[in-house]
Structure formats: structure tokens, C-alpha cells
């Protein structure tokens, strides 16, 4: 159980159509540091979908009528709230997801700064007016919400990814129907009850929870309903098109910020101590669980071995244990498959001919800990350059040139995020412009910003999330030819 300064804010029940919901079943909410029941809550039914639905389209035309500077205080104290119960956010989160409570603190931040980004947001949802082509009349484009959404959102960061789409839907005047994933409900509930403090409607936000069986039939309600206008995911690719195709048939607008196999370069020009720096950002925040985290690190063979053998020691002084412990910067993984396919890759790495420097085992802690790990002699025939290996594992290969580099570094179906650590300006840009991704990062392991669009190409995803292209996705262009007669 999670003792909360607030108790309120741990609740059992989803939200549907305006209401706390116990639905006739529940499902077991897990600490994954120690395997302990935090909370059993509701199992949502399809018909429970269809119910909010129908309140979030009863909800429309007020949100939609509603001004703009009324939704961004709305916002606004949406993150205060957060400000005021950030440590039992934080602390709901790391005993749900298990990160480190440093990390969950920042997440926590993190989310908050959303809300305040696009309650400003909202005041600059502007239009046009287009020089008329003759005389005796207006051209106008007006930007208006594109009505009920639907959001999907992750384990891996389930207090931010709510707000990055909620902060932009209720800017924009869309309401929302919010599936968190099965493993990390609490946060979102939390955040349901602060939304109701701060004053957004019942319709406006509604929370259904379930386990994992519930996640298609809930999906197929929420993708396949008419009066559901977008669908905003944030999840593997595999999922993603899946919803993608199930939107086709009701032509909705979706946006999809799906996996990533980010490949960190280290150029033989770059400074190294700041690059291992930049790669321990990369790679284990969140236990490397991110779809930003660097899967492919590729060093220039100058700098190779003073790079791994100096990222080597500062992963060896990590500490591992439950995220709720002092000091502790490597967290569980989030459940048994997690867990499974980091070894997997290990294990199919090793048998390929890579060495293990550091680690390569689980933890003595047991459960679904595992040892920080890098290993040298990595290839790209490795399922950890093929696949996101989602753990606390550093697979490290070798490159001659620039051309290499790059090629490489594009050989793959995703295209997130790209990292790359050098000195010489000129390289800088002309990689950066090469690389295939929606983001680069040139000398930070960081790139995420409220502030800066998130999203990526090829199959790692459609559309933009946050800055000032954030609203696009939530919201539709009318044109209005007027004569004056």
C-alpha cells in the first residue's frame, strides 16, 4: 500500500461519464521492485468506452465555446496542483512504474511544464485572413478543435505522456477519453482527481482502466466510433499500427510517437568525458526504458576504448535497488517480458561474438533487476541493433569514418531520435541534416522539451507533440468565403 500525504489521490475507480467507476471486476496494480498489490482497480468494458465517449460528445460544444483564457487558468492550476502534491505524484509513480523517486520527481516537473506550455498555447490558436481575390470580400481560415479525442498512453512515462496530449487537447477544446497502460493507472487517476480541483469538467477527461486482454477491446471502441475525431498513441510500433488501421475506416486524425532504435555516435573529435556524460543520459534514464534511449552506441575507432573503458566505470557506480531507496539510480524493470528480452538480447549478443564488460547477468536482487551491462564487439546483425532492447544495456560497435557513421546509423525503421558527440562545427550540422530522425540531439543526451516538437519519421511515428506546433493534431482548418454583397 502507498502512503500518501493526500490519500485521495490514490483511487481504485475509473472515471466514466462523469463518475468514479468500480466496473464489476478489477485487476492488481504491482510495485515491480517488490511484487506487492498497491491497489486492485477497475476493468473497464467495452460498453463503459462507448459511455464515455458519449459524455466526452456531450462535452464538446461547451469546451469547444468555452474562451481560451478561461481553459489556459484552467490549465494553469491544473499545474499547481501538480507543484503542490508533486511528492505523492512522485511517489505513486515510482512504486507503480518503479523508476528512481529522483527520476519520478522530475517527471512529475516534467508533466507539470505541459500544462503551463499550452495553457499559453491556447491564447495563440490563431487564424488568418487571406487577401481577397476581388472586390467585396473575405477570406478567412479559422482553427477549430477537431472535436472528441481519444489517447493511449505508456508505462514508461505515465504522468507526462497524459499531459503532454491533455495539456494540447484542452488547449485546443477537445475533450478526452484516456486509456493509461494497464501496468501504470494510478497516475492517471491522481491526475483525474487533480483535474477535478482545477476545474475541468467530468466529460472533458475520462480515465478507463483494465489489464492487458482489456487493451484491443477497449482500442477497437475508441478507433472504430464515428464521433471519436483523433487518436493520439504513444507506444511500440507494433501496437501503433494496428490502431492506425483501425482508424482508417472513420478517416480520424492520428498522431503516433511510436518506438525508436537510437544510434549514439561518438566522433574520434568529440570530448570523450562529456560524450560518456551524454550516453548515461541517453541510455539509463528510467532504466534505458525510454523510446528515446541510445540502443546503438557507435564509436570511431580513435576513441573507442578510452570512450568504454571510461562509460564502463560510470555505469559500474550506478546503484540498483527499489526506486523508493537512497542513492538509487537504476530501478526494476517494469514486468517478467521486459525483463526476458534484455536477457534475450544479451544473451543473442554474446553468442554473436560480443564481450561483456560490465554486467551481462541479472541482479543479485532478483525479480526483474538487472545488472547495468556493456558490451564491446556489437554488430548489427545483433537483435539489440534490430530491436529496442529496452534495459540497462549498452551494446558498443565500432566505426572507420563519417560515411560509415551514417549509414549505419540510418539502417533502421525507425527514426525517433539520433545523438552524436563532436567538436568540428561544420560536422555538426552537415550530420545532423544526414541523420534520419525527427530529433537530433548534437552534444546533449537530452533532447525533450515542452518547448520543442517530439516525434520522429519513418516508422517512428506521424505528427508532432509539444511547441507551438503541438495543437496542429487537435485541431482542424475552416475556410470561410465571405461576400459581402
Known amino acids: 500500500m502507498v502512503s500518501l500525504r493526500d490519500p485521495e489521490l490514490l483511487r481504485h475507480q475509473a472515471f466514466v461519464a462523469g463518475e468514479w467507476h468500480g466496473g464489476a471486476q478489477q485487476v492488481a496494480v504491482t510495485n515491480p521492485a517488490t511484487g506487492e498489490t498497491l491497489a486492485e482497480v477497475a476493468r473497464c468494458a467495452p460498453d463503459d468506452a462507448e459511455r464515455a465517449i458519449a459524455a466526452a460528445t456531450d462535452a464538446a460544444p461547451r469546451l469547444k465555446a468555452s474562451l481560451a483564457g478561461d481553459r489556459a487558468a484552467v490549465l494553469h492550476r491544473f499545474a499547481d496542483l501538480m507543484a503542490e502534491h508533486a511528492a505523492d505524484l512522485a511517489l505513486l509513480l515510482t512504486s507503480e512504474q518503479g523508476k528512481p523517486l529522483a527520476e519520478a520527481r522530475g517527471e512529475i516537473a516534467y508533466a507539470a511544464a505541459f500544462l503551463r506550455w499550452f495553457a499559453e498555447e491556447a491564447r495563440r490558436a490563431y487564424g488568418e485572413v487571406i487577401p481577397p481575390t476581388k472586390s467585396g470580400q473575405r477570406l478567412l481560415v479559422l482553427r477549430e478543435p477537431v472535436g472528441v479525442a481519444a489517447a493511449i498512453t505508456p508505462w514508461n512515462f505515465p504522468s507526462a505522456m497524459i499531459t503532454r496530449k491533455l495539456g494540447a487537447a484542452y488547449a485546443a477544446g477537445c475533450p478526452l477519453v484516456l486509456k493509461p497502460a494497464e501496468a501504470t493507472p494510478l497516475s492517471a487517476l491522481a491526475l483525474r482527481v487533480l483535474a477535478t ?48 488501421r483501425q482508424c482508417a475506416d472513420t478517416v480520424k486524425k492520428v498522431s503516433l510517437e511510436l518506438g525508436g532504435n537510437a544510434p549514439f555516435l561518438v566522433f574520434d573529435d568529440a570530448d570523450v568525458d562529456a560524450a560518456v556524460e551524454g550516453c548515461l543520459v541517453a541510455k539509463m534514464r528510467n532504466a534505458g526504458q525510454t523510446c528515446v534511449a541510445a540502443n546503438r552506441i557507435l564509436v570511431q575507432d580513435a576513441v573507442h576504448d578510452a570512450f568504454v573503458e571510461r562509460f564502463a566505470a560510470r555505469m559500474a557506480a550506478m546503484k540498483v535497488g527499489p526506486g523508493t531507496e537512497p542513492g538509487v539510480t537504476v530501478g526494476p524493470l517494469v514486468d517478467a517480458p521486459t525483463f526476458d528480452k534484455v536477457r534475450e538480447h544479451v544473451a543473442d549478443a554474446q553468442d554473436l561474438g560480443a564481450t561483456a564488460v560490465l554486467g551481462g547477468e541479472p541482479h543479485a536482487l532478483g525479480r526483474t533487476f538487472y545488472t547495468p551491462t556493456v558490451l564491446t564487439g556489437v554488430t548489427g546483425d545483433m537483435k539489440m541493433c534490430r530491436e529496442e532492447t529496452f534495459g540497462p544495456v549498452a551494446g558498443v560497435q565500432r566505426f572507420k569514418d563519417e560515411d560509415e ?62 511547441s507551438r506546433h503541438g495543437l496542429d493534431d487537435w485541431t482542424e482548418l475552416k475556410y470561410v468565403a465571405l461576400s459581402l454583397g
Open 197 to 244: 480541483r482545477a476545474g475541468i469538467e467530468p466529460g472533458a477527461l475520462q480515465v478507463l482502466t483494465g489489464d492487458a486482454s482489456d487493451a484491443a477491446p477497449l482500442g477497437k471502441v475508441l478507433t472504430r466510433s464515428p464521433l471519436v475525431r483523433k487518436l493520439s498513441f504513444t507506444g511500440s510500433t507494433e501496437v501503433g499500427k494496428i490502431l492506425l
Open 405 to 466: 557513421a551514417i549509414s549505419t546509423a540510418n539502417a533502421t525503421r525507425a527514426g525517433l531520435v539520433a545523438y552524436f558527440y563532436s567538436r568540428d562545427v561544420g560536422r555538426a550540422f552537415r550530420v545532423a541534416e544526414a541523420l534520419e530522425a525527427g530529433m537530433v540531439g548534437v552534444n546533449t543526451g537530452l533532447v525533450s522539451s515542452p518547448v520543442a516538437p517530439f516525434g520522429g519519421v519513418k516508422e517512428s511515428g506521424l505528427g508532432r507533440e509539444g
